[in-house]
């Protein structure tokens, strides 16, 4: 599997710039970590639209919900676990509760944060968004989906909540990948399991069912960055078609993108669904590929989860 070499933090920088050339009411804010989130490419392309709010995240979600009520497309930027947390409150009452036109971008999301110590680390943030009314929740898998959702939630009114990891991701789209709210992707199919990612986790799945193969069992894998609205469709076909899901994230299984596609299995379809995410742990502070080993969740760690499934499904 290739690996970009740009990180994703950056490739969020350049498309702010070049989305500020189409949209000239668009309007980035920052909370005093325009540097670490890479706003600061568009805060040099485009100093009178860009406002230093300083570490002041519930002022500055005012100010967006302000901007947005007056026409304009503002773009509140700053930590997830400041999005999610700190401002929770203006982000519910002057954004999602009037569902104001605010695209809402939560830098080092998960496992991406925990070197910057545990003031910064979040692990609840995609159920604290997808729990608001009118939220759009996404998890963006490589450059180019993001890219892509970046530029398509510029043509649809109302929120949108999505993570921007600090991350160099594997390559699971091409250039002309076009996303979609609510559509996910069937990148391999299989007929033993399915094998249900988001976010950087994606690629921990294709690995995974690479794995599985070796050992003679047939895994789907699906991306689903859409995690509200969801892909509802793509979710019940995979129950059916293997009659097992695994689901894997870079956040707490509480609530989280496991717990999205469970909802959807329960209410259309029954079947085994395992969930792999953290639990109750407050994150340690290592570099990413140290954290998924300790978390249990590797490729291997996700095989033998897929694995101890479907003999489950056998005894059914």
């Known amino acids: ?61 005012g100010v967006a919900a302000g901007l947005a009520a007056e026409g304009f497309i503002p773009v509140p930027s700053t930590f997830a676990t400041f999005a999610s947390k700190k401002a929770l409150d203006q ?26 110590g545990p003031s910064h680390n979040v692990a609840e943030d995609i ?15 490589d450059n180019n989906e993001l890219r892509s959702a970046m530029q398509r939630m510029m043509e649809v009114d109302g929120p949108v909540y ?21 559509v996910g992707q ?8 399915t094998l249900m990612g988001t976010g950087l986790m994606t690629g921990i799945a294709m690995a995974a069912a690479e794995l599985l193969e070796r050992g003679s069992m047939s ?5 689903l960055a859409s995690i509200k609205p969801i892909d509802e469709q793509l979710i019940t076909h995979c129950a059916k078609e293997t009659g097992a899901i695994v689901t ?30 953290v639990g109750e742990d407050v994150f340690e502070s290592a570099p990413l590929s140290e954290l998924l080993r300790h978390y249990q969740l590797t490729p291997r760690a996700m095989a033998a989860r897929a694995q101890a499934l479907v003999q489950r499904k056998a005894l059914v």
Not at 26 to 39: G, H, K, Q
Request: proline content about 5%; aromatic content about 10%.
């Open 1 to 61: 599997m290739k690996f970009y070499k740009k990180n994703m933090r950056e490739a969020f920088g350049e498309t702010l710039v070049e989305l500020g050339g189409k949209y000239p009411h668009m309007i980035v804010l920052d909370a005093d970590l325009n540097t670490s989130s890479r706003s600061v490419l568009f805060k040099q392309q485009y100093p009178d639209r860009f406002i230093q709010c300083g570490i002041a995240e519930s002022n500055m979600f």
């Open 91 to 116: 982000v519910y009452v002057n954004i999602a509760y009037p569902n104001l036109n605010v695209k809402i971008p939560g830098s080092y999301p998960g496992m991406t944060a925990t070197e910057c």
């Open 127 to 141: 159920a604290i968004m997808r729990a608001l009314p009118n939220m759009r929740v996404l998890d963006l898998g």
């Open 162 to 182: 999505y993570r921007v990891p600090k991350f160099e991701a594997p390559e699971l789209f091409a250039t002309d990948h076009k996303f979609e709210f609510g």
């Open 186 to 193: 069937l990148l391999r199919k299989g007929s033993d399991v």
């Open 219 to 223: 895994a789907s894998v699906v991306h």
């Open 248 to 277: 894997i994230e870079n956040h707490r299984v509480t609530g989280g993108f496991g717990s999205a596609v469970a909802e959807v299995v329960t209410r259309e379809y029954p079947v085994l669904v395992d969930m792999m995410g």
